[in-house]
């Protein structure tokens, strides 16, 4: 069984500051990566899609890797702003059965 | 462009009751999924459904029962609601065919009370 983990639970940081949420996978056999925003009771926007033969996507300020040997992903936030605080998931589709699984994700507070 | 479009929004119900959430996936799209928030949660793999048939089964309730329509659409129904079933209930919406065939697009969630 699929299981995603996402470290840290939590994190603080300062306006302007780039930072990095990590995310990991225990089964390699994945169809694609999304990462999505989510904010407090709200629905879940996606931000980043990789699939299981791209290493990276970027838009904007974000980029996210994926390394599925290791399984692996990272999403690099650029310069953060304020209104970037929100809930971030990691979730990967598995080869064959497409729903996802999701981490538990990372809680941002950007501070200005 | 067209999204996925859930509904109602939100809905309170007491114990026991019955509830029924409707899912309409985006046009063409084939396959629908649910998924479940809990306060704090990370979204729950409920059940999804492939040209009108079951296509996998998550950790959806024996109280839960869902179908897919001949025009694609999805109803989850929830009956003998208990006060843990209080939660964001997504659909998500694929198709098989295609450039980006099989990824996920998720509506903006029906919220479930229950009193």
């Known amino acids: 069984k699929q299981e995603v983990t996402q470290i840290p639970a939590a994190l603080s940081v300062p306006e302007g500051e780039n930072l990095v949420l990590n995310c990991s996978f225990t089964?390699?056999?994945?169809?694609?990566l999304q990462w999505f925003r989510q904010d407090p009771g709200k629905g879940l926007t996606s931000l980043l899609l990789?699939?299981?033969?791209?290493r990276e996507q970027t838009s904007g300020r974000l980029n996210a890797s994926l390394d599925k040997s290791s399984g692996r992903s990272t999403l690099y936030i650029a310069a953060s702003q304020p209104g970037d605080s929100a809930t971030y998931l990691c979730?990967?589709?598995?080869?064959?059965?497409?729903?996802?699984?999701f981490g538990k994700g990372t809680k941002l507070s950007v501070i200005p | 462009a067209a999204g996925v479009i859930q509904s109602p929004r939100h809905l309170i119900k007491e114990k026991r009751e019955t509830a029924t959430l409707k899912c309409y996936p985006i046009p063409r799209h084939d396959t629908v999924y649910w998924y479940q928030q809990g306060p704090g949660q990370d979204p729950q793999f409920l059940i999804s459904f492939y040209e009108k048939m079951q296509s996998d089964k998550g950790s959806i309730p024996d109280r839960f029962s869902a179908q897919q329509f001949s025009d694609y659409h999805s109803e989850l129904n929830m009956s003998s609601l208990e006060l843990g079933d209080s939660a964001l209930y997504f659909c998500?919406?694929?198709?098989?065919?295609?450039?980006?065939?099989?990824?996920?697009?998720f509506g903006a969630g029906s919220r479930l009370t229950v009193l």
């Open positions: 979730a990967v589709s598995g080869a064959g059965s497409y729903q996802l699984t």
């Open positions: 990789i699939q299981s033969s791209q």
């Open positions: 089964d390699s056999a994945i169809y694609n």
């Open positions: 998500a919406s694929s198709s098989s065919q295609g450039t980006g065939a099989n990824v996920l697009t």
